[in-house]
């Protein structure tokens, strides 16, 4: 059993960065994969970034590559997203989640997710 919460969200402005974390509980967190979803206003989920087990391999969506990075501490049981170049479209709830495997990082394919945590970003 995994539990995740996140924290960190908040309104920023165009151009800002902001790090959300999502801090896990459970024994074999270090075994799980992890990622982040966001889901804005009447969308549907989406996947943002993932990475493995190890923290060796990351994953990114094209909306938001080579501006996020997603990163894990496992002695903190912690998975990190730093997020630069804020858009007005990164608006949503970002959700962690963790699922067994990098290849399940997928909406119908995650075993735990986190409650969420608002991003605003305001132009």
């Known amino acids: 059993q995994v539990q995740l919460k996140e924290s960190g969200g908040g309104l920023v402005q165009v151009g800002d960065s902001l790090k959300i974390s999502c801090e896990g509980s459970?024994?074999?967190?270090?075994?799980?994969?992890l990622g982040w979803f966001r889901q804005a206003p009447e969308k549907e989920r989406e996947f943002v970034a993932g990475i493995n087990y190890s923290g060796a391999d990351t994953y990114y969506a094209e909306s938001v590559k080579g501006r996020f990075t997603i990163s894990r501490d496992n002695a903190k049981k912690s998975v990190y997203l730093e997020m630069t170049s804020l858009k007005p479209e990164d608006t949503a709830v970002y959700y962690c989640?963790?699922?067994?495997?990098?290849?399940?990082?997928?909406?119908?394919?995650?075993?735990?997710w986190g409650q969420g945590t608002q991003v605003n970003v305001s132009s």
């Open positions: 989640a963790a699922t067994q495997g990098a290849e399940r990082l997928r909406i119908g394919a995650i075993s735990y």
């Open positions: 459970g024994r074999t967190f270090a075994s799980y994969a």
